[in-house]
């Protein structure tokens, strides 16, 4: 698997990777990815915005199937992060996978490319706002090394629950995912 910038072209991808992740989780008894959140306009805007901005990634197969993708910069929806929290870190957005590569590794490799960046830019901390009512996603990311920060309760969006992980100063001391800190 090799992650790569995405472009305009990924757009469609992308939306369709979100309708079946939202279907999927629908089954799960979740809202995740409905325009609960964000209607697909509001999506379809921030998105595309984000690959003009060079912000978004890509993730192909060997054979250059494309398997997720995931968004990275420094900015927040307003009232999850103090600015202080935010002048230190990276910030993780729409991070999906296509449901067929689930179990692959794909969502570590996105996480982990977002951590060399935030290392190359001096950044401290990655962090990210996920779905309050999803305990399968916190634990994915406590999985991947992040930790609970708090939950941002009555704020506009249902994706209000902090995590936030260290940027290891070198691959050398990267954190143990399934360790302990």
């Not at 003009?52 to 968004?71: F, K, N, S």
């Not at 999850?80 to 999906?96: D, F, G, N, Q, T």
């Not at 950044?123 to 009512?133: E, F, G, H, Q």
Request: proline share 3%; aromatic share 8%; glycine share 8%.
């Amino acid at each position: 698997m090799k992650i790569r910038m995405a472009a305009v072209d990924d757009l469609s991808t992308i939306l369709r990777w979100r309708e079946e992740a939202a279907a999927w989780l629908h089954k799960r008894g979740s809202d995740q990815w409905s325009d609960a959140g964000l209607t697909q306009y509001a999506f379809i805007h921030r998105v595309t915005e984000s690959i003009r901005a060079g912000d978004t990634w890509i993730v192909d197969d060997d054979d250059g199937t494309p398997l997720g993708t995931i968004a990275v910069d420094s900015t927040s929806d307003p009232g999850l992060w103090s600015p202080e929290e935010l002048e230190r870190a990276y910030v993780i957005h729409r991070m999906i996978t296509d449901r067929s590569a689930a179990g692959r590794g794909v969502g570590k490799l996105m996480l982990d490319h977002a951590e060399s960046l935030a290392r190359r830019d001096g950044r401290k901390v990655l962090i990210l706002d996920a779905w309050t009512s999803n305990s399968d996603l916190h634990a994915y990311y406590e999985s991947q090394g992040f930790r609970y920060v708090r939950t941002v309760l009555g704020h506009y969006t249902p994706s209000a629950t902090l995590f936030e992980r260290p940027v290891a100063t070198d691959m050398g001391n990267r954190h143990n995912p399934a360790g302990s800190r």
